[in-house]
């Protein structure tokens, strides 16, 4: 079992940043990946960003350019860096792991994007 500890979200003004982390239990360097997943009221929980053992990110279109994925494997930790956010980015966030023995996610982290 792998747990994950997701931080960061709170209240942030449009043009705003933040940084949420996700804390794993686990080696985050022998998962297969990490991701970020967010899901807004009324909707499905959706990709936002992706990164490989190896290193390589994937990005859903809305938030490329603005959004950066990055692990510290030292730390077993990943993050999702935030830049210029849009009210429309406002959900819940979850951390998931993928590792051979499962797949695992965070309890989430709330993000409003509001004046």
């Known amino acids: 079992q792998v747990q994950l500890v997701e931080s960061g979200g709170g209240l942030v003004q449009p043009g705003g940043s933040l940084r949420l982390s996700c804390a794993a239990s686990?080696?985050?360097?022998?998962?297969?990946?990490m991701g970020w997943y967010r899901q807004a009221p009324g909707n499905q929980r959706d990709l936002v960003a992706s990164?490989?053992?190896?290193?390589?990110?994937n990005y859903a279109d809305s938030v490329k350019g603005r959004f950066t994925i990055s692990r510290d494997n030292a730390k077993n930790t990943v993050y999702l860096q935030m830049n210029s956010l849009k009210p429309e980015d406002t959900a819940v966030y979850y951390c998931?792991?993928?590792?051979?023995?499962?797949?695992?996610w965070g309890q989430g982290t709330q993000v409003t994007v509001s004046s």
């Open positions: 998931k792991a993928v590792y051979y023995s499962g797949i695992y």
């Open positions: 686990k080696d985050i360097f022998s998962s297969n990946a």
């Open positions: 990164i490989t053992r190896g290193g390589t990110t």
